[in-house]
Structures are given as C-alpha cells and as structure tokens.
Nanobody, 120 residues
C-alpha cells in the first residue's frame, strides 16, 4: 500500500514563508516525477511545481522566483519551500507522485492535501 503524507501547511502572514513536505511510503520500486498542485476555493486544481527523478524542475509562472521544489530520493520525499507568500497563494496543496510499486505498473498517487492560508 503506497501512501503520500504531506505536512507543513498552516497560517502565515503575507510575505512570510512555509515549507511543505511530502513523504512517500510503502513498497515502492521507483519514483518518477513528484509534484505539488494546489486548489483554491471555487477554482480548478493547478500544477504549482514539479521535479523529475533527475532533478529537473518546472514552475507555474505565478510562483517563479518565490517557490522552490526539491526532493530527497533516499527518503522518497519532496519539498516545497514557499517564500514571499501572497494571499492568492491560499489553497489546499496536494502532493502527487508518479511511481512504480514493487511488482506493479506505474501510476499516479495523491496525498491527502494540506491547507495553506496567507493573511493580508
């Protein structure tokens, strides 16, 4: 059973910082791309940042220069460092990983989500 468990969300004032973590656990053979998505009330879920197993990254334009995605392959963990937070960053943040469990084909897995609230 593969699980993605996120942590690090919370309430912060505009201009502040938060660091999200997402750890994948279970019988995992390999993890390909790991990503962070977010969904604000009344809006569609959007891709915020992604990182490949080789370390290549991409970001949505609205967070470039403020957010940094990284991963620790030995710990099957992905991080999202969020600086200079704005009220419009308020959303539920979801971790997503495309991975191969041992003995099974690859597919995508979602975390349960963590709330990030930025006050003005």
């Amino acid at each position: 059973q593969v699980q993605l468990v996120e942590s690090g969300g919370g309430l912060v004032q505009a201009g502040g910082s938060l660091r999200l973590s997402c750890a994948a656990s279970g019988s995992i053979f390999s993890i390909n791309t790991m990503s962070w998505y977010r969904q604000a009330p009344g809006k569609q879920r959007e891709l915020v940042a992604a990182i490949t197993s080789g370390g290549s990254t991409n970001y949505v334009d609205s967070v470039k220069g403020r957010f940094t995605i990284s991963r620790d392959n030995a710990k099957n963990t992905v991080y999202l460092q969020m600086n200079s937070l704005k009220p419009e960053d308020t959303a539920v943040y979801y971790c997503y990983a495309h991975l191969s469990p041992i003995g099974l084909g690859s597919r995508g897995y979602w975390g349960q989500g963590t709330q990030v609230t930025v006050s003005s």
